[in-house]
C-alpha cells in the first residue's frame, strides 16, 4: 500500500524546495558515488553522506524511496496492532528523516521524535525538511555514531531503515540488540536483495531471542522456511517519480519499484496476518495464482477461483506484500 497522497505531497514539496539551486552535473556525480555505496558489499566506517551536496543527491535519488518502503512495512505492521499507536519514536541511522515522515503518516498525531545519525549534514538537512511537516516540529536531531557506543532511550518505537547495511556484522547486531533492549517495538526495513533480506533474517533472529513477537510479513514466529541461498523474501513498494526525481536518477517512467525486506516486532501480544503473499499474484482467465508464507511455517502455492465467489474478487484485487485471506467483513 503506497504512503497517504498528502503526506508524499508534502514531503516531495519540501524536497523540491530545498534542492532547487543544486546543479545538475554536481547532483549526478554524487547520486552515482551513492549508488554504487548503496550496492556494494563492503561496510562502511565513516558516515556515507560526507556534504550537503551528498545529502541533498541522497534526498532526491533515495527518500522518496525509502519513505514509502518504510511505509509499506509500517501499514503491515499497523494491521497487526490495530489498537496501538506509538506514543514516541526514535529513528536510528534516520539521517533525512523518512522514517520519521512514515510513521507520522501511518499513525495520526504528535509524538517525542529523536533521530539519531552520524552525518551532521544529513541531520541538518532533515532537521530543514521536517519543518514541513507539523508532526515533526518538535523532533529531535542529535549526532551519534550508529555502533558499539550507541545509546537509545526507553522508547514505544525504535526504526532502523537502509542502515544495517552500512554496518560491520558486529555493529549490527549491536545495534538490533540495543533497539531491542529500548524498544516496544521494532520495525527495521532493508534493500530487497539478497544481502538485504540476509541482514534481516539475522535481525529478526535476534529479536526474536530478545523475546518479540514477529507482527509482519511473517504469519509466524518460527524459523523462515526459505532455503537459504535460493530465494530471498523482499516486496515492493511503488513511487512516483517527481520531475526533480527523474532529472537526478535518469530515466523518463513516471514511477519506479522500490524492492525491500522487511521485519516488524513487538513485546506486546500481535495479531499477523494468516498468511502473506509472497510473490506477484498471477492472474490467469478464472483464476489467480497467489504465493503464500504461511502459519504453518510453510511456502505453498493456492489456487482461487471464480468458484470462490467474493474470495476471487479479492483475490484479484490482491498486491504482493498483502495478507491473505482479507478480514470476513471485507468481502462483498
Known sequence: MNAPASATDTLRTALAGLLAGLPPKQAAQAVDRLIANY??????????????????????YRMPATFEAVCAALDAFADAVPEWTPASHVDIGGGTGAATWAV?????????????DWAEPALAL?????????????????????????????????TISYVLGELTEADRAVVVDTAA??????????????????????????????GFHIAAPCPHSAACPIVPGEDWCH????????????????????????????????????????SRVVRKPQIRKGQVLLDLCGPDH??????????????????RDAEWG???PPPEDTLT
Do not use: C, M
Open 322 to 324: 498483502d495478507g491473505w
Open 39 to 60: 550496492r556494494g558489499r563492503t561496510p562502511t566506517h565513516a558516515p556515507v553522506l560526507r556534504d550537503r551536496s551528498d545529502v541533498a543527491a541522497y534526498a532526491a
Open 104 to 116: 507520522s503518516a501511518t499513525w495520526d498525531g504528535e509524538r517525542p521524535v529523536t533521530v539519531l
Open 181 to 210: 533492549a529500548a524498544a516496544q517495538a521494532v520495525v527495521i526495513v532493508e534493500p530487497g536483495t539478497p544481502d538485504g533480506y540476509t541482514r534481516v533474517i539475522d535481525a529478526r533472529d535476534r529479536l526474536i531471542a530478545a
Open 298 to 315: 510453510s511456502l505453498h502455492r493456492e489456487t482461487v477461483t471464480k468458484r470462490h465467489g467474493p474470495l476471487y474478487k479479492a483475490a
Open 235 to 274: 516486496f515492493s513498494a511503488r513511487v512516483s517519480r517527481s520531475s526533480l526525481h527523474r532529472q537526478v536518477k535518469g530515466g523518463s517512467l513516471p514511477y519506479e519499484d522500490e524492492k525491500f525486506s522487511y521485519v516488524a516486532a513487538a513485546r506486546f501480544p500481535v495479531a499477523p496476518a494468516p
Open 126 to 158: 532533515g532537521r530543514e525538511i521536517a519543518a514541513a511537516n507539523p508532526a515533526l516540529k518538535s523532533a529531535e536531531w542529535h549526532r551519534s555514531r550508529i555502533g558499539a557506543a550507541l545509546t537509545v532511550e526507553s522508547t514505544d518505537l525504535v
